[in-house]
């Protein structure tokens, strides 16, 4: 089976998504699957390389960061073979599953799960409405919220509007914490802790989106579990993360392997562990997610369980949580990524199933 893995994107996590489609690459089982690699550049181009393509020689490839593809891809909605390379001679390709390894916005927001969908090819994750509210952590609270899953008070503004300092301070306290709405690896988020650095934080989270939340503290435990599934979702054991910085933020995640540290399996009771797999799954299924997802939550003193946020397209890197948690639950790298690939499959037949005519 062919499977196209599709990295980088049109995002500030572009780097991170490098980062994660080599480990995706590197982990797919080459018996069972032939890799096809198309990048997406900074500019939002669909890159690959022709000479890899025509002798299908990707698995040769040792790192995907060492991979330079230049031949452009156009896209043809509903063909049998929908990407056709931009040169000279006509190549048109496809493959039986698309596995987007894309973070942040234009990759994990709904955008390409759009454009796979209607190129009508099976793809790994939550398909268009799942990925968009997730991505938009807004709407996501609203909806957990209507669904009964305990969240955090929070402020929303939109472009160019700046709450008033004292107001904010009034009703959610400080510190508080300044996000864009739709960016995830905590790109463009500040903790504020005083009003001399409440502008500079709305300046940065609206340089990222043209919507932020502003969130309050909590306090309590960070407790991680990763769900696999489609109309039965699984969860994984709960992990904690425990940061050594401010709080967990993108350095601490990515470059300063010393900035945190993760407890996998969390110490929990067996009760709360149990709990908080409940609250991950009803969560990855109020927000209409399939395939796979993260579901970050905190434990308060009180062992009430806080849902924070959910993750569609979580990282794959050698240091990321889900594969971490998974591998923990019984399943391994190899594994992991296969059984993602079968899910995609599958839900692809399930819809393909639905009438389209009356």
Request: charged residues 25%; hydrophobic residues 40%.
């Amino acid at each position: 089976m062919n499977i196209i893995i599709l990295y980088g994107g049109k995002s500030a996590e572009h780097e991170i998504s490098i980062l994660s489609a080599n480990n995706v690459f590197n982990y797919l089982d080459k018996k069972r699957y032939s890799p096809i690699l198309i990048k997406i550049d900074k500019e939002g181009n669909w890159l690959t390389d022709k000479e890899f393509l025509i002798h299908n020689n990707f698995s040769e490839i040792k790192n995907i960061s060492d991979f330079k593809p230049l031949d452009k891809i156009m896209l043809s909605p509903r063909s049998k073979y929908p990407f056709v390379l931009n040169t000279d001679d006509i190549i048109s390709f496809g493959a039986d599953a698309v596995f987007p390894v894309l973070h942040g916005p234009n990759g994990e927001d709904g955008s390409v799960q759009g454009v796979l969908k209607t190129l009508n090819i099976p793809f790994v994750g939550p398909s268009v409405l799942g990925s968009a509210v997730g991505m938009d952590k807004e709407v996501m609270k609203r909806l957990l919220k209507e669904g009964g899953i305990k969240i955090g008070d929070y402020i929303t503004a939109r472009y160019n509007e700046i709450p008033d300092f004292e107001q904010v301070k009034s009703k959610l306290g400080l510190p508080v914490y300044i996000k864009p709405a739709n960016m995830g690896s905590s790109v463009g988020i500040s903790k504020v802790t005083e009003q001399n650095q409440y502008i500079d934080a709305i300046n940065l989270a609206y340089q990222f989106d043209t919507k932020i939340v502003i969130e309050a503290n909590i306090t309590g435990r960070e407790i991680e579990c990763a769900i696999i599934g489609n109309e039965k979702p699984a969860s994984s054991v709960p992990g904690e993360v425990i940061a050594y910085k401010d709080f967990y933020n993108y350095e601490a995640k990515y470059i300063d392997d010393k900035g945190y540290k993760l407890v996998i399996p969390a110490e929990l009771e067996n009760g709360i562990s149990d709990k908080i797999r409940d609250i991950a799954v009803r969560t990855f299924q109020i927000l209409e997610c399939e395939g796979l997802s993260r579901v970050d939550v905190f434990l308060d003193k009180n062992n009430e369980v806080i849902v924070n946020e959910i993750n569609t397209l979580p990282g794959f890197t050698k240091i990321s949580m889900y594969p971490m948690l998974w591998k923990e639950s019984g399943i391994k790298y190899e594994e992991l990524i296969s059984k993602l690939i079968e899910l995609a499959i599958d839900r692809h037949q399930r819809d393909s199933n639905l009438k389209m005519s009356i």
